[in-house]
């Protein structure tokens, strides 16, 4: 199974407010196992980043104006993530950002069932409890100290982590490789070598067992 971990950073908090996406970053999962495919791009939102946007992920306007669009990237993202389930932590922002970005562009919107909320799941876990992405790193004992700003990548690095041990797959799939068959395996199997260890007694236990004989043979008057 194909999976898709995905995060965005964005000019702010609000889509209402005319907010865009300024990160798009995407780690590729088989089995949830990382299959080293990603997708990653800086976009130039064509507005300003909010002050406290920009104390999130340090992403200036100067530094963005010299980035390609969404509609420049546009293809090659939705070609990542083509039929494939999205791992988002709070998938309601990024939905709202990533179909804003896709109506301007004319293109379909990402649907909700095709998304695995790990926020909802950590909630379902663990209610109470906060589960924040740091929070979820703690929990699970996941190093976060790479993550001194927000970006996209690095998130999603953190996230398909937490999300192994949230659905409690925290050891690879193990999978035999189709070439390998039963057939094959128990063909090497018979014709493997086993050697068995012989164990020789002591002297105190061949003494020991000669005596147990003697006084056996005298009580059945042997």
Do not use: W
């Amino acid at each position: 199974m194909i999976e898709i971990v995905l995060d965005t950073e964005t000019t702010g908090l609000s889509v209402e407010k005319g907010h865009r996406i300024v990160e798009i970053g995407c780690i590729e999962l088989e089995n949830q196992i990382p299959t080293k495919r990603f997708f990653h791009r800086i976009v130039n939102p064509k507005r300003s980043v909010s002050e406290d946007a920009y104390k999130v992920h340090g992403y200036s306007d100067s530094f963005l104006s010299t980035k390609k669009e969404f509609s420049e990237i546009a293809n090659d993202f939705l070609e990542f993530i083509k039929g494939k389930k999205l791992i988002i932590h709070n998938a309601e922002f990024d939905l709202g950002f990533l179909n804003l970005e896709l109506k301007l562009v004319k293109k379909n919107p990402i649907l909700k069932e095709n998304v695995i909320d790990t926020l909802e799941l950590a909630r379902l876990k663990f209610p109470g409890s906060s589960v924040s992405l740091d929070a979820l790193c703690k929990r699970f004992k996941i190093d976060n100290s790479k993550r001194k700003k927000h970006d996209a990548i690095t998130d999603c690095e953190l996230l398909s982590k937490v999300y192994i041990n949230l659905i409690g797959q925290k050891e690879p799939t193990l999978k035999l490789n189709s070439d390998i068959r039963l057939d094959k395996i128990e063909e090497l199997s018979k014709n493997k070598t086993y050697y068995k260890k012989i164990v020789y007694p002591s002297k105190d236990e061949l003494n020991l067992h000669k005596n147990f004989l003697k006084d056996s043979l005298k009580k059945n008057n042997f």
